[in-house]
């Protein structure tokens, strides 16, 4: 136990540590679920910022280097029994058994980490909420504060604008980005990432809302008319009313489509294929047509014999045949959890990005195939339709 504490402190005097997180409550009644602690700058001073999770908030206090190792050593074992430290060398994992017995692990870091000064309330300042269009969106006071029912909505925008900026600067672009956001609904999300870009990127950006809803849309572009004197940038963001598979787009750099409903996902995947999209990023929604798939074939297995887990089991197979669908057309795929505060199984980002790379298409048909094959899947919808009117792919 010491010897994480001589880590700890030594990680604080070299002022190395990236963020630590003390979690496994020695109290199973315990509301606070876990500590996660990281670096800011207070005015110049350097901080630790400890963010109490709690089942439905979180508290944030700011301690110096003396009182964080206070809080740490008061805090292991005897309120939380795992600790696991990140440094830019090294990661160190305690983990205290029910016995009080400590089992210390240590790894090299080998990638190259960096330190995040920045608080949270300033990466949740991401987003402006005294822009006009958050009040005419329903999510701000007229003087731009989040209503008390929106604080969620507002800090899963922020939270969702920085995922997808993590995502854009790994790619590269023209000096114009092009994005569809597909099913983009009451435009929060649309919104925020618009905003977001196009305070933060030096390009221009051209965003496109498509919605089946008229209502939406024309509500949508009422509030962007209204804010067209007052922010003039707004000029490049607009809703269209259509349905995604029969949007024509000009250009698509990016496509996002967020929770939109069951194969919508699929009509939206398959838009960004066929317009060579650099960029495809999805969170997937509902997924009834492969569970009704998997239900009409009558096949079982261990898994999918219960219930649940079929459900669980026909979300897992549509995205994993929609991964593997964007491999199959040059996509480099990845699998990210999205917004953390929205603690579902469905919480999932497919993120997708051409590369030049050749694919072995014949084995990622094999298994799609054989996925397929295994659960009595007759057609998904995606790998179906990626052969309408095609036959190159
Ligand atoms: C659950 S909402 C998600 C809204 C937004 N993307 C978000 O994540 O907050 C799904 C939206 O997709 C729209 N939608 C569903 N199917 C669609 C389709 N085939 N074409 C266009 N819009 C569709 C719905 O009307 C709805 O507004």
């Known amino acids: 136990m010491e010897?994480?504490?001589?880590?700890?402190?030594?990680?604080?005097k070299n002022d190395i540590l990236v963020k630590m997180t003390m979690s496994k409550p020695v109290s199973k009644n315990s509301e606070l679920r876990n500590i996660y602690v990281k670096p800011i700058l207070l005015k110049n001073n350097k901080?630790?910022?400890?963010?109490?999770?709690y089942e439905r908030r979180d508290e944030t206090k700011n301690f110096d280097a003396t009182q964080t190792i206070e809080q740490v050593r008061s805090l292991v074992p005897e309120v939380f029994q795992n600790v696991s430290l990140f440094?830019?060398?090294?990661?160190?994992?305690?983990?205290?058994?029910?016995?009080?017995?400590?089992t210390l692990m240590c790894k090299k870091v080998q990638e190259n980490r960096e330190q995040d000064f920045s608080h949270d309330h300033e990466k949740q300042r991401l987003i402006d909420p005294t822009?006009?269009?958050?009040?005419?969106?329903?999510?701000?006071?007229?003087?731009?504060?989040?209503?008390?029912?929106?604080q969620h909505k507002y800090k899963q925008i922020c939270k969702y604008v920085e995922i997808v900026d993590g995502v854009m600067r790994q790619t590269k672009f023209d000096d114009e980005i092009h994005i569809a956001d597909m099913g983009a609904g009451k435009g929060y999300l649309t919104f925020a990432l618009y905003e977001y870009l196009t305070t933060h990127y030096d390009k221009k950006i051209v965003m496109e809302g498509v919605e089946i809803r008229k209502d939406l849309v024309l509500k949508i572009n009422d509030i962007i008319e209204k804010c067209k004197d007052a922010r003039p940038c707004v000029s490049t963001i607009h809703?269209?009313?259509?349905?995604?598979?029969?949007?024509?787009p000009s250009n698509i750099d990016v496509l996002i489509a967020l929770h939109a409903c069951d194969t919508a996902t699929d009509d939206a995947i398959l838009k960004g294929i066929r317009n060579n999209a650099k960029l495809i990023i999805c969170a997937p929604c509902c997924h009834k047509q492969i569970r009704h798939e998997m239900e009409k074939s009558g096949k079982t297995d261990a898994i999918t014999k219960y219930g649940i887990f079929l459900e669980r089991q026909a979300v897992m197979i549509t995205d994993t045949i929609r991964a593997l669908v964007l491999e199959y057309c040059g996509y480099k795929t990845q699998v990210m959890e999205f917004i953390e505060i929205d603690n579902t199984p469905k919480n999932v980002l497919l993120v997708g990005r051409k590369t030049d790379k050749p694919v072995d298409k014949e084995a990622i048909a094999k298994q799609i195939k054989a996925l397929m094959e295994q659960y009595g899947i007759e057609e998904h919808y995606l790998w179906k339709n990626l052969w309408k009117n095609c036959r190159t792919y």
């Open 3 to 12: 010897k994480f504490f001589e880590k700890l402190d030594l990680a604080i």
């Open 47 to 53: 901080m630790y910022q400890f963010t109490y999770r």
């Open 87 to 102: 440094t830019i060398t090294e990661d160190v994992t305690l983990l205290v058994s029910k016995k009080g017995k400590p």
């Open 131 to 150: 822009n006009p269009w958050w009040h005419l969106l329903g999510l701000t006071t007229r003087d731009g504060k989040v209503t008390a029912d929106m």
């Open 239 to 248: 809703f269209v009313q259509n349905s995604i598979d029969e949007y024509k």
